[in-house]
């Protein structure tokens, strides 16, 4: 079974720049989450989509964050204008049921 | 959401048996107790969750008291491939609520 996938790796940018993440989730999972992890913390959850509506997005600051998950497969977050704190791991996570299946991240550096 | 109190290290000697601790004494009672971990470099992935009963699968076993406020991980034969940061986490279990609340979890060396 394909795990989850995302693109790009890594991602070096300046500040004021916009960046955008892509995430392929495994096949059949209704549920797909973002989360940012910042250095030496936890992952933190920005927002969870079931299909393609959103079920929760209150962590996401919403100013400068977008998501999308047309067709309710693969989905896009982006980040427009970066700043230097958004400098983080990106992770895409999908689930069927209670168990998340978690994508390797998108390491984001912001200049 | 409910929160957890982990140790933030711990050290282990290969082929010897690790216990990791997690305080959860604001408990609900629908809370599930869920243990992740995250190796260096890689997400997080599923290690195992438990609501009342001690449960055992292939790669741990969770031990939880009976007053539900605190839980146990155990791994039977720490390996260096155990070395990572373990998150202990309460889950809702409300319907369609499947968010994960990861504090900062506890590193585990393991010492060959």
């Known amino acids: 079974e394909a795990g989850v996938a995302q693109s790009p790796r890594y991602k070096i940018i300046e500040k004021r720049q916009s960046v955008a993440f892509w995430c392929n989730p495994i096949?059949?999972?209704?549920?797909l989450y973002w989360y940012q992890q910042i250095l030496g913390q936890g992952p933190k959850l920005l927002i969870q989509?079931?299909?393609?509506?959103?079920?929760?997005d209150s962590q996401l600051p919403k100013d400068r964050f977008s998501a999308e998950r047309l067709k309710g497969v693969d989905s896009t977050l982006k980040i427009q204008p970066a700043k230097l704190e958004d400098s983080a791991v990106y992770l895409c996570?999908?689930?069927?049921?209670?168990?998340?299946?978690f994508g390797p991240g998108t390491r984001l550096t912001v200049l | 959401d409910a929160k957890t109190t982990q140790p933030n290290s711990m050290e282990s000697n290969e082929e010897e048996p690790v216990h990791l601790p997690c305080n959860h004494s604001?408990?609900?009672?629908?809370?599930?107790i869920h243990w992740y971990r995250q190796l260096p470099s890689q997400g997080p992935e599923y290690v195992i969750h438990?609501?009342?009963s001690n449960v055992n699968n292939r790669m741990a076993s969770l031990a939880i008291a009976e007053d539900r406020k605190s839980s146990t991980l155990i791994l039977h034969r720490a390996t260096l491939r155990d070395a990572a940061v373990y998150y202990c986490?309460?889950?809702?279990?409300?319907?369609?609520?499947?968010?994960?609340?990861f504090g900062t979890g506890t590193r585990l060396t393991v010492i060959p």
């Open positions: 996570a999908s689930s069927l049921a209670r168990e998340q299946f």
């Open positions: 096949s059949g999972h209704a549920t």
């Open positions: 989509f079931q299909n393609n509506g959103v079920v929760d």
């Open positions: 604001t408990i609900s009672g629908t809370d599930y």
């Open positions: 438990g609501l009342t």
């Open positions: 986490i309460l889950r809702t279990g409300q319907t369609g609520a499947n968010n994960l609340f």
